[in-house]
């Protein structure tokens, strides 16, 4: 079962700009973790945090953790091109072990 | 070698075919996972195997018979599938169910 919405579904920017997508979820977490997959390919997985943790960074990502709304973000800064994919939420539940997965959010990003 | 392999890329087969997909990691990995995805969707887990031991099935229909011969090894049996059983098939594994997953690059089956 889908655990996560993520929000927006799709977006589309203009290379340089920001992007930023939503992942709201609904029960208790370990860790919420974000992936890419570029188009019919395997996910990547690009950053985890913690259920203490409230923000981290990993090169151009930032996501942020809000426990008390059950809600993440990633903002991916100065996008490029090479960042058009789909990005998905998962939450990982030490009690269920295993991973959920949000909807995703599709991302275009213009030349 | 964080790489999962996955063979074959893509596999066209009919209702009444049987075929296998397999998966394989050499990470030292103890956990592995199916996962099913269809087009614009996230991927839907299937089945986990923790320690060579399935211990989650998703109520997946037995037409899909997963096998772990060892530790870095996963295979999923394929038999009599219908024509919405097309989809991409990701393997992945991982420390434990719920850290950093490592995906393959999936299977992309077609049937027929």
């Known amino acids: 079962s889908q655990q996560g919405e993520e929000d927006p579904q799709a977006l589309s920017i203009q290379e340089g700009e920001n992007a930023t997508m939503n992942c709201s979820y609904k029960?208790?977490?370990?860790?919420l973790q974000w992936y890419r997959q570029n188009s019919g390919r395997g996910l990547v997985h690009l950053i985890l945090i913690r259920s203490n943790e409230r923000e981290k960074h990993s090169g151009r990502l930032r996501v942020t953790l809000d426990t008390s709304k059950k809600s993440s973000s990633l903002l991916i800064t100065a996008s490029r091109a090479a960042d058009t994919a789909s990005y998905f939420c998962?939450?990982?539940?030490?009690?269920?072990?295993?991973?959920?997965f949000g909807g995703g959010t599709r991302v275009l990003v213009k030349p | 070698d964080t790489e999962v392999t996955q063979t074959p890329k893509h596999l066209v087969m009919g209702m009444t075919n049987k075929k296998s997909l397999k998966c394989e990691q050499h990470?030292?990995?103890?956990?592995m996972y199916w996962y099913k995805q269809k087009a614009k969707k996230p991927p839907e887990l299937m089945f986990v195997y923790s320690y060579e031991k399935l211990s989650i099935n998703e109520s997946v229909p037995s037409r899909f018979s997963p096998e772990c011969p060892n530790s870095s090894l996963l295979n999923l049996h394929l038999h009599a599938l219908q024509p919405e059983d097309s989809a991409l098939y990701l393997c992945?594994?991982?420390?434990?169910?719920?850290?950093?997953?490592?995906f393959g690059p999936g299977t992309r089956l077609t049937v027929t």
């Open positions: 992945a594994s991982s420390q434990q169910g719920y850290h950093e997953q490592y």
């Open positions: 998962a939450t990982g539940e030490a009690a269920g072990n295993k991973l959920t």
């Open positions: 990470m030292g990995h103890r956990a």
């Open positions: 029960t208790s977490i370990n860790n």
